[in-house]
């Protein structure tokens, strides 16, 4: 007894020793930050992993902000972000890479009883400016609008406020960390309306035109719609092997040209304008 006790002693220290070099050679890597680029980031990273056995991607969220932040700090291998590092208030950019990885475009979602298809983007300004309160007052029912938004550091926020509230800070109002938290709670509540990228829309809430544009992929592609982000992937200067194997992956033809499309993320490439982070259509 005394041996096998010995022996299983020597085969879980040579084990934890296996371990610690596995860890050592950089087989597993974190990303972490925006929920928006959240589900793509774990399919391919599913993928990824079944394709390369003994590696592993941990997918957290947490928001753009979070990301950024934990990825400067050297805390985690990639900031996953719907924002330019540049957007972003004590980021240092200039010391960390940009891999842009998708874009998503972003929606206004409403409770499907409210009775409106359709606003001018002066409408959808006032409501989250909290100067229009009332669904009568843009052709709707009568009933009171219920705003929600995404927690301060969403990328998701930074977007569609950079974009609707030209810059302005929407009401104060309750606020949620998850945009499926999000969704959840406007169909669950009358008269609500919130914002979410298109790969979370589903047949539970309603999306709504802007000045009769619908929010699709191709109004996206060609600027029509303007509510859209590139989808970024940050990493430090010198990212390790593996951070540098994933990122290659989530970039190749196979996942650009089928899991992001799947997803309801558009390809980077399928992009017919180009803007910089301060929002600037580049030639």
Known sequence: MKKIVIALGLSMVLLLSGCAKWIDRGESITAVGSSALQPLVETVAEEYQTKNPGKFINVQGGG?????????????????SDLFA?????I????LLDHKVAVVGITPIVN?????????MDQLKGIFLGEITNWKDVGGVDQKIVVLNRAAG??????????????????????????????QIVSDTPGAISYVAFSYVTDDVMTLKLEGVAPT??????????????????TKENPDALTKEFLAYILSDEVQEKIVGELGYIPVSAMQVERD??????D
């Open 64 to 80: 753009s902000g979070t990301g950024l932040s934990q990825v400067q700090s050297g805390a985690v291998e990639i900031g996953n």
């Open 86 to 90: 540049e957007e972003k208030s004590g």
């Open 92 to 95: 240092r950019a200039d010391e």
């Open 112 to 120: 499907k009883k409210v009775g409106v298809t359709n606003l001018t």
């Open 154 to 183: 969403s990328g998701t926020r930074g977007t569609f406020e950079k974009w609707v509230l030209d810059g302005e800070t929407a009401i104060p109002a309750q606020e949620q960390d998850s945009s499926g938290m999000v969704r």
């Open 217 to 234: 992929d191709e109004n996206v592609t060609t600027n029509q719609w303007p509510i859209w982000a590139y989808e970024h992937m940050y």
């Open 277 to 282: 982070w301060q929002g600037n259509v580049i």
